[in-house]
C-alpha cells in the first residue's frame, strides 16, 4: 500500500524559507515520477513541481527560480525547498506520486497518489 506523509509546512514571513518532506512507502520513490502540487482556499489544485525518474525536473512559471524538487533516494523522499515565499504562496501542499491509473495529469506523468497535505502560510 502506498503510503506519502508530507512534512515541513508552517507560517512564515513573505521573504521567508521552507522546506517540505514527503516520506514515500509503498514504493520506490525513486523509480516514479513525483511532484507536488497545491490548493489555496476557493482556487483549483494547481501543479507546483514535478521529478521524472531520471531526476528531470519542472516547475510552474510561478515558483521558478524560487522552489526545488529534489529527492533523495536513500531515505524514499521528496523534497520542496521554498524560498523567497509570497504570500501568494500560502495554500494546502501535496505530494503526489505516479500512478497509471491516476486522474491528474502534470509536466507528462500521471499522479494517483496523494499524501494528507501539510499547510503553508506566508505573511506580508
Known amino acids: 500500500q502506498v503510503q506519502l506523509v508530507e512534512s515541513g509546512g508552517g507560517s512564515v514571513q513573505a521573504g521567508g524559507s521552507l522546506r517540505l518532506s514527503c516520506a514515500a512507502s509503498?514504493?520506490?520513490?525513486?523509480?516514479?515520477?513525483m511532484g507536488w502540487f497545491r490548493q489555496a482556499p476557493e482556487k483549483e489544485r494547481e501543479g507546483v513541481a514535478a521529478i521524472d525518474s531520471d531526476g528531470g525536473s519542472s516547475y510552474a512559471d510561478s515558483v521558478k527560480g524560487r522552489f526545488t524538487i529534489s529527492r533523495d533516494n536513500a531515505k524514499n523522499t521528496l523534497y520542496l525547498q521554498m524560498n523567497s515565499l509570497k504570500p501568494e504562496d500560502t495554500a494546502m501542499y501535496y505530494c503526489a506520486a505516479e500512478d497509471r491509473y491516476g486522474a491528474t495529469w502534470y509536466r507528462g506523468c500521471r499522479f494517483g497518489y496523494w499524501g494528507q497535505g501539510t499547510q503553508v502560510t506566508v505573511s506580508s
Open positions: 509503498g514504493l520506490t520513490a525513486s523509480s516514479y515520477c
